[in-house]
């Protein structure tokens, strides 16, 4: 991957990417958007997501639970939503919210793929 491909994303399509990078639940994402992209309809926000999805860099998954080998009780991405789902599971606004309980099992997360990755592993620290 190219130090351009990096550089060519917009601000929304970098705050998604660092996200995914970090295996976060979506809401998330609003923290690392800038001032002007945190105040644009989710429908666009989604719009973005998609891209990324649709060039392979990023997969969204629902928060899973996970068991640690302590016993201890944790999370794990989960299975890749299915693409042709993603549009109506992104329109509904509480997947852009943290959950009220704390309990993100189910929530929506993001996860870089292998070429995702690759991208933004050329940008750690």
């Known amino acids: 991957m190219s130090e351009h491909e990096w550089d060519a994303l917009t601000g929304a399509e970098e705050a998604f990417m660092v996200n995914a990078y970090e295996i976060d639940i979506l809401p998330g994402v609003r923290g690392d958007l800038g001032e002007a992209d945190r105040s644009r309809p989710l429908g666009e926000l989604a719009g973005v997501l998609l891209t990324l999805v649709d060039r392979g860099w990023v997969e969204v998954r629902r928060v899973a639970p996970w068991t640690a080998p302590s016993g201890e009780s944790g999370f794990q991405p989960g299975d890749p939503v299915a693409r042709e789902r993603l549009p109506a599971v992104l329109e509904d606004a509480a ?13 929506l997360t993001l996860v870089g793929t292998e070429a995702g990755r690759r991208i933004t592993h050329r940008h750690d620290g």
Request: aromatic letters at 24%; hydrophobic letters at 40%.
């Open 95 to 107: 997947a852009w919210e943290y959950p009220d309980d704390g309990d993100w099992i189910g929530a």
